[in-house]
């Protein structure tokens, strides 16, 4: 049983060895992370064109707090007039669960 033992642990040490070298051997000394460093001001330029890019995509401030003065005007109009359907049905667009907090959240995701 020990000859069995020890001829499986001499395939599995010169396997391993052989995988070691052959992964040396094939892939380059230089990892991605050492190439980036070479040129930093690149990938500073690339993530700065990827924010511009982000930035341009997502609506702004502005637009939020239009809608969010759009809903309260009309909330308050509503509320002033009694129209408590009109009210009841842009409550939810300001106070969603009815929280005191204005439904501004997906502005800041």
């Not at 690339?46 to 702004?60: A, F, H, S």
């Not at 637009?63 to 009694?82: C, E, I, K, P, T």
């Amino acid at each position: 049983m020990r000859p069995q033992r020890f001829r499986t642990l001499a395939v599995l040490i010169v396997g391993v060895s052989l995988g070691a070298a052959v992964h040396a051997f094939l892939w380059p000394k230089t990892s991605p992370a050492m190439a980036q460093e070479s040129e930093p001001g690149s990938e500073l330029n690339r993530i700065v064109k990827e924010i511009e890019t982000i930035k341009g995509k997502l609506p702004d401030q502005a637009h939020a707090m239009q809608d969010v003065g759009y809903h309260f005007s009309n909330l308050w109009f509503a509320g002033q007039r009694r129209h408590w359907e009109l009210a009841n049905f842009y409550w939810p667009a300001l106070f969603p669960c009815g929280r005191t907090t204005p439904a501004t959240m997906w502005t800041c995701k």
